[in-house]
Each structure stands twice: as C-alpha cells, then as structure tokens.
C-alpha cells in the first residue's frame, strides 16, 4: 500500500469516527436493504446563501452521506432511500439532485472510493 494510499485510509478511518450517525443507517433500493451502521458517516454541502438585513447568512442544504464504494453493490440512484436513527426515530432521507444541477451523487475524492450521496429529508420512515 502506498503511502498516499495508507494516509487516505487513515483519514477516512477519522472522519468516520468523528462523524458517523448516532443511530442505525440503512441504504434501500426496493427490496434490498444494506446496513451500513458504522460504514458510512454524514457530510454537508452548502448549495445557497442569502443575506438577510441583519447581515447574517441562512444557508440551506440537505443532509450528505459519505459511504465508501465498496459498501455498496451499484452507484446510488435518485430514488434511493437512506434510513437514519435519529434521537430513537427511524427518519428517511430520499436520494435526490440538489436544486442547483449538481447530479444526486458525485465522488468525494480523486481516488473515487467515496461516493458523496445529496438526501432530502422525506419524514418519519
């Protein structure tokens, strides 16, 4: 293994650490379910600001899931659904584009082992 290879390893071994849901996470495409519980961990994209008058930013963006290529059977779909815990209730968050023509999912690194998966948040599951 390369050094570039063993540090990219090492990092993704931290961010998962650092950011990985408190509850159960589960990738559904139809039928099939992949539990990816401590494989997969949060990201965030900021696709808008606005100013308001008081000079502060609001800024919107949906919840990012960063999961590693070899997690998954197939690249993810718009469509797709991503089952969170959150604070004990199973949320479900729909694969979909931003509005601002970015695609549903794009690698997270020039490596392309990380997929960078764009969810909306769609309720209780």
């Known amino acids: 293994m390369s050094r570039a290879s063993r540090g990219q390893s090492a990092l993704i071994a931290r961010l998962r650490a650092a950011h990985a849901p408190d509850g159960a996470l589960t990738y559904v495409r139809g039928a099939e379910r992949i539990d990816l519980t401590g494989r997969a961990w949060f990201g965030r994209t900021v696709f808008s600001r606005i100013a308001n008058a008081g000079g502060a930013a609001v800024v919107f963006g949906d919840r990012d899931y960063l999961i590693p290529k070899t997690e998954l059977p197939w690249e993810p779909k718009k469509g797709d659904v991503v089952e969170e815990v ?28 990380l997929f960078r998966v764009h969810c909306k948040h769609k309720g209780p599951a």
């Open 86 to 113: 959150v604070n004990g209730t199973a949320q479900k968050f729909e694969v979909l584009p931003p509005a601002t023509g970015e695609p549903d999912w794009r690698y997270s690194d020039p490596g392309e082992t």
